[in-house]
């Protein structure tokens, strides 16, 4: 496990203080329990619950609410099927690339309550947080880039078979086909770096700039920067689900 997780908060005498060290709130067997997991664990509760009411009852007649969601959930999947040019694939990678959008999503606002940093606990004088934005964990943001990596290459070894799909990056039928494939598999090992970093750093940086502006300018200024932070949270969680659908459909396409 990684050690490094984002904190920026305003020091209680120092001013602004920004580390890369984590808030512990304490162990299990061990196992620290940080902010971050508790704030991923509390929005799963949340996620878990809102759903199961949504779904509970659906109606033949929809209400609104059910005709937003079906709308929604259609739209989506009419559009991974023209993408993945099969609806059977798309019913199977739905879950998974959904799933990711709403998760990654409400991990996002959740972070940005008001309050959210605010309840801790006191320990001789230091502050701890119980809760903090999730994606400004880096565990959690490689989390979610391991779970897309191995989404992206299982769905190209179910599509081709494994000995094909390896012979995309392992080729000896000559000189430059052993070169791109290497170099193929080299881009296909950075996704891990760039799924997990490209959200973890949007999300710090906003959420630092958000504690700067608030320790400077407390009252006006950041009311439209927190909907910034919003718009940037729902594009962080778009980019990560439509990234994973398009290497999704990279994967699974045969080998040239």
């Known amino acids: 496990m990684f050690s ?17 060290k984590p808030y512990i709130v304490g162990h299990f067997f061990g196992v620290p329990i940080t902010a971050t997991l508790i704030t991923t664990w509390l929005t799963m509760a949340f996620l878990i619950t809102l759903f199961f009411f949504i779904s509970r009852k659906p109606s033949l007649i929809p209400k609104k609410a059910q005709s937003i969601a ?6 989506v999947y009419d559009y991974m099927s023209d993408v993945l040019e099969s609806r059977k694939m ?16 409400a991990l996002n606002w959740i972070g940005l309550l008001p309050g959210v ?13 119980l809760l903090y934005p999730a ?3 880096l565990n959690i943001t490689i989390a ?34 052993f070169i791109i494939g290497l170099i193929e598999l080299i881009s296909e090992m950075a996704r891990l770096i760039s799924f997990s970093f490209r959200l973890f750093g949007n999300i710090f940086a906003g959420k630092t700039l958000l504690v700067v502006i608030m320790f400077f300018v407390p009252y006006i200024v950041p009311v439209p920067l927190y909907a910034f932070e919003l718009f940037v949270g729902f594009i962080q969680a778009f980019i990560f689900a439509i990234l994973t659908l398009f290497f999704i459909k990279i994967a699974v396409a045969e080998p040239h």
């Open 4 to 20: 490094l997780i984002p904190i920026a908060h305003a020091a209680e005498e120092a001013g602004i203080h920004v580390a890369l």
């Open 117 to 129: 940093t605010a309840i801790g606990l006191n320990h001789d004088g230091h502050f701890t947080p």
């Open 70 to 75: 079906e709308m929604v959930v259609g739209g």
């Open 144 to 177: 979610f880039a391991i779970i897309a990596f191995l989404t992206i290459e299982i769905a190209g070894v179910v599509a081709l078979g494994t000995f094909k799909y390896i012979g995309k990056f392992i080729n000896f039928h000559s000189p430059l086909a």
């Open 90 to 105: 798309a019913l199977t990678y739905f879950p998974i690339v959904m799933t990711i959008f709403i998760f990654v999503l």
């Open 135 to 137: 994606a400004t964990d």
